[in-house]
């Protein structure tokens, strides 16, 4: 019943506050930490590919030892403090670990943009939340890169970490949080990380299995129910394309926002100035467009409530 209570008040408590920028957030410091450790390790470690594996795994032990570690600290120290005091930091966590404000908002600055024929302006505020090089993107490569990002976060961001929080309380979805920053900032597959990013990005593939399907149903769910959506088309595009990625788990919502939406996602974009061939996801029926920007967010936090309310019953009913 407590980690139902602690779920809605975080996630409430994200929809109505998000992230300012203005706020420390532990992931500044897990992004820190995460830093500091790779310039250490690599200069303990052989630099070859037996050592970097390994300096990459001695990292995420390390970050996810100490996220762990500190949140469980805090936790206990508060509730010898008081209960209350205790139940508070874990609702401060649980807004914390979630990302749901956040997508809305900064795919929002992208959509506006676009509605001012800023198209430069629309290119900065999508690179804040993609890994992909913005620079030759045209509008319809920006709007492709915001719908993606939303579509793949709503995973990441926020049916993920709900699943973890539920499942093992706000230390958990921490966590998971800390393994997820690690694969947004170490685990590609280019020259620099093919070896030291390995373990890291195996491990976020490994928590992410699970998540990343039941992201897949709540969208079609929600593409079902909610009118301007095809239901049918996002559960018809997820069965054909959800393997359309060298990721196990990231075509899987991708798949079905495209399929929701009736365009066609993914396909060849510019990494690091090197350009990646990606297998396209889903049919273009019709071209993207920007409004798709504020419809993949719909899609978005009607599945994160769809969670919420079948995470909280659940975990109610196991105890």
């Not at 943009?113 to 198209?119: D, F, H, I, S």
């Not at 690091?272 to 061939?277: A, E, K, N, P, S």
């Not at 019709?286 to 969670?307: P, Y």
Request: glycine share 10%; with cysteine.
């Amino acid at each position: 019943m407590e980690l139902s209570a602690v779920a809605v008040a975080g996630f409430l408590t994200d929809c109505l506050i998000g992230d300012p920028e203005s706020w420390w957030h532990p992931v500044r410091g897990m992004g820190w930490m995460i830093e500091r450790l790779e310039k250490i390790l690599r200069t303990v470690f052989p630099r070859n590919p037996a050592g970097e594996l390994m300096a990459g795994g001695v990292m995420a032990v390390i970050v996810m030892l100490a996220t762990g570690g500190t949140a469980l600290g805090i936790l206990e120290l508060s509730g010898w403090i008081h209960p209350g005091f205790r139940t508070a930091w874990m609702c401060v966590i649980s807004w914390q670990v979630l990302a749901a404000r956040s997508l809305k908002t900064e795919s929002k600055k992208v959509y506006h943009a676009l509605t001012e024929e800023n198209v430069e302006k629309a290119r900065q505020a999508v690179s804040r939340i993609v890994g992909r090089d913005t620079k030759p993107l045209a509008e319809e490569g920006i709007i492709k890169a915001a719908v993606e990002t939303v579509a793949e976060n709503t995973s990441d961001g926020v049916i993920a970490p709900l699943f973890y929080l539920l499942l093992f309380g706000p230390v958990g979805a921490l966590i998971y949080k800390a393994v997820n920053t690690m694969d947004s900032m170490v685990g590609y597959k280019n020259q620099r990380y093919r070896y030291f990013g390995r373990i890291p990005a195996r491990l976020d593939d490994l928590m992410n299995l699970v998540p990343a399907r039941l992201t897949a149903f709540f969208l079609i769910v929600t593409a079902w129910l909610l009118p301007g959506f095809d239901g049918r088309g996002a559960f018809r595009i997820w069965l054909r394309d959800r393997y359309c990625h060298k990721s196990p788990n990231s075509a899987h919502s991708e798949a079905a926002c495209a399929g929701a939406l009736g365009v066609e996602l993914a396909g060849p974009a510019w990494y690091f100035g090197v350009l990646t061939q990606k297998p396209v996801i889903g049919d273009e029926k019709r071209k993207v467009e920007r409004e798709d920007i504020i419809r993949v967010s719909r899609l978005m936090m009607g599945s994160a409530w769809m969670a919420l309310a079948a995470g909280a019953v659940l975990r109610c009913l196991i105890g």
